[in-house]
C-alpha cells in the first residue's frame, strides 16, 4: 500500500514537473518571437535641422547688446519661465534660444529703444519630451538631455553599461517622435562584445528599455 501511495505521489510531481516546464518554455517562446517581430532601429536618426529646446532646470545669458544692466544670467524655473530686469515672467520651455532671445526683444521694445539681444544656453537639461530616458537593467538607469548625433552606445556610457542580470539583446526603444513605435537594439553584442554594428542614433525623447534575463 505505502509502495502505490509513493508511486501514485511520484507520478504527481513528475506530471507537475513537466506542466512546469512546458509553462515556461511556451512562455520563453512567446517573449523570443515578441522581441523578434520588433524591426531592428535604424542607424541613422537624428535630424540636421534639430534645435536645442530649453526646459526647466537650463541656464541662460542674455546679452543685450549696449546694454549691460540688463544682460545676466538667469535659470528656467520649474515652470518652465524666466525672470529679468524689465521682465517679471516669460515663458521659455519648449523653445530654441533664438526664439527666446526676439521674445525677450519684443518685451524690452517697451522700454528699450532697439533692443538687440542674444541668448546662450550655459548648462542643459531639457524639457522631459526632449530627454532620453533608460530604465531597466542599465548600472545607473537615468534621464539625459539629448545632443544631436547622441548614439546608443553614448548613453549606455552615461548611464555606466548593462548589469549582470540584463538581457541586452532583448532590449527596446520606445521612439515617441514616432508615435511610440518600438524597435530592437542588440545592447549586449554592442557593449559586451564590442560589435559596432549594433550601435545606433537615438533621437529626443527616445526611452530605451532594458528587461532582465530570465535566466
Do not use: H
Amino acid at each position: 500500500m505505502k509502495k502505490t501511495e509513493s508511486n501514485f505521489w511520484l507520478g504527481r510531481c513528475q506530471r507537475a514537473l513537466f506542466c512546469a516546464a512546458l509553462a515556461a518554455s511556451t512562455f520563453l517562446t512567446g517573449c523570443a518571437s515578441t522581441a523578434g517581430r520588433l524591426p531592428p532601429a535604424p542607424v541613422s536618426a537624428s535630424t540636421e535641422s534639430y534645435n536645442y529646446i530649453v526646459g526647466p532646470g537650463d541656464a541662460l545669458n542674455i546679452i543685450v547688446w549696449r546694454n549691460p544692466e540688463l544682460s545676466m544670467s538667469v535659470p528656467v524655473r520649474p515652470d518652465g519661465k524666466i525672470s529679468t530686469p524689465l521682465i517679471d515672467e516669460l515663458t521659455a520651455q519648449g523653445k530654441n534660444s533664438t526664439e527666446i532671445a526676439r521674445d525677450i526683444e519684443q518685451q524690452l521694445s517697451k522700454y528699450v529703444r532697439d533692443p538687440v539681444v542674444t541668448v546662450i544656453v550655459t548648462s542643459f537639461i531639457g524639457p522631459y519630451s526632449e530627454q532620453i530616458r533608460v530604465v531597466g537593467e542599465a548600472s545607473k538607469p537615468q534621464a539625459l538631455p539629448y545632443k544631436q548625433k547622441m548614439t546608443v552606445l553614448d548613453v549606455m556610457i552615461a548611464v555606466g553599461g548593462l548589469t549582470d542580470f540584463a538581457a541586452g539583446n532583448e532590449a527596446t526603444i520606445v521612439r515617441s517622435a514616432e508615435g511610440n513605435k518600438q524597435y530592437s537594439v542588440r545592447l549586449k553584442d554592442l557593449v559586451k562584445r564590442g560589435d559596432v554594428s549594433a550601435n545606433v542614433e537615438m533621437r529626443p525623447g527616445d526611452i530605451l528599455i532594458i528587461p532582465q534575463s530570465l535566466f
